[in-house]
C-alpha cells in the first residue's frame, strides 16, 4: 500500500507558473512509474505526464514544452513544474503509482488558470 498526498495547486494568471508535489507514504524506489493525470470538468481523466524510475519521462503533447515532472526516490516524492499556464490548463491534478500489483491515486488538487 502507498499513499499519495498531492499538494501546491492553486489560483494562477495565465503565463503563470506552478509547482505540484506528490508525496508518498513508503518508499517508491521501486514503483517503475510515477505519474500525473488532470481532469476538468465534464471531461474525462487524462494523462499529463509520466516518469519511469529511470528517470525517462512522457509528456501528453498538449504540456510538452511546458512542463517538467522529476522524481527523487530519496525524498519519496515527484513533482511537476507547470510553466506558461493556460487557461485550458485548469483541472484537478492528481498523482499516481504504478506498482506491481496495484494502482494508486493521491486525492487530488485543483489549479485553477484565468485569463
Known amino acids: 500500500q502507498v499513499q499519495l498526498v498531492e499538494s501546491g495547486g492553486g489560483l494562477v494568471q495565465a503565463g503563470g507558473s506552478l509547482r505540484l508535489s506528490c508525496a508518498a507514504s513508503r518508499s517508491i524506489f521501486s514503483i517503475n512509474v510515477m505519474g500525473w493525470y488532470r481532469q476538468a470538468p465534464g471531461k474525462q481523466r487524462e494523462l499529463v505526464a509520466t516518469?519511469?524510475?529511470?528517470?525517462?519521462?512522457n509528456y501528453a503533447d498538449s504540456v510538452k514544452g511546458r512542463f517538467t515532472i522529476s522524481r527523487d526516490n530519496g525524498e519519496n516524492t515527484v513533482w511537476l513544474q507547470m510553466n506558461s499556464l493556460k487557461p485550458e490548463d485548469t483541472a484537478v491534478y492528481y498523482c499516481n503509482a504504478i506498482a506491481l500489483v496495484a494502482t494508486y491515486w493521491g486525492q487530488g488538487t485543483q489549479v485553477t488558470v484565468s485569463s
Open positions: 516518469i519511469t524510475s529511470g528517470g525517462n519521462a
